[in-house]
């Protein structure tokens, strides 16, 4: 259902721009700004951030929980999964106001604003620095998880962190040589928006084997009054 939910807001979206630069329409009836608006994965604050927002919430929610049971038992990771828990609530308010776009600014003023290449959107240097340190830290902790926990969530993290750096990266170039307004940047902004609500639904759905696996006496109970 979530999967299908993300399709038909991605194929929506993409709908959109196709009808603006693929077939050359700006107006459609005045319905393409409204629909642009409210569709395109591109742009902030609109039905698509909402739902990644709340899909990234979803995975807070499981990761609180996780971390709570952790805690009862006495586990080592505690704190991991507590950093975790942190990590994705940042996440989340990124998603929805884009913050890490700030960093922009400063990191043009020390590379210069000319020939950045795959380094256009220059956020993306400390990103990668930021993932490279928390790869390192969490390295242990990634290890000590059930194999198929670890593998699933692996692939999640390639999955997200391919279209929210990987992707950008490529579509920052593409943007520095033939600017924003064109077919194919916006299909760069799709596929990198694809890869980021893949990687968090599959990364919800690995929580949620998780818990199963470690924790199966939970049980939802409903209290009448």
């Not at 742009?43 to 990234?56: C, D, G, K, M, Y």
């Not at 609530?89 to 604003?113: I, K, N, Y």
């Not at 596929?191 to 939970?218: D, K, N, R, T």
Request: aromatic share 12%; with cysteine.
């Amino acid at each position: 259902m979530v999967v299908a939910v993300a399709a038909v807001l991605i194929l929506l979206s993409l709908g959109g721009s196709f009808a603006r630069y693929g077939l050359g329409h700006d107006h459609v009836y005045g319905l393409l700004d409204p629909m642009e608006t409210l569709f395109n994965v591109n742009r902030e604050q609109n039905i698509p951030t909402l739902f990644s927002v709340a899909l990234i919430l979803t995975a807070v929610c499981l990761l609180a929980l996780i971390t709570v049971f952790k805690r009862q038992r006495r586990d080592t990771d505690t704190l991991k999964w507590m950093l975790l828990t942190g990590g994705f609530s940042c996440l989340a308010v990124d998603e929805g106001w884009s913050f890490h776009e700030m960093l922009t600014g400063p990191m043009q003023v020390l590379l210069g604003h000319e020939n950045l290449g795959m380094f256009y959107f220059t956020w993306v240097i400390p990103a990668i620095a930021g993932v490279a340190l928390l790869g390192f830290l969490f390295l242990g902790f990634l290890l000590r998880l059930p194999p198929s926990t670890r593998l699933t969530f692996i692939k999640a993290g390639c999955l997200y962190l391919g279209g929210a750096i990987g992707v950008e990266m490529l579509g920052g170039r593409y943007a520095e040589l033939h600017g924003y307004q064109n077919l194919t940047y916006e299909l760069f902004a799709h596929l990198e928006e694809s890869l980021e609500m893949a990687g968090i639904i599959l990364f919800v759905h690995s929580l949620l084997w998780y818990l199963a696996e470690q924790f199966p006496g939970i049980r939802l109970v409903i209290h009448e009054e």
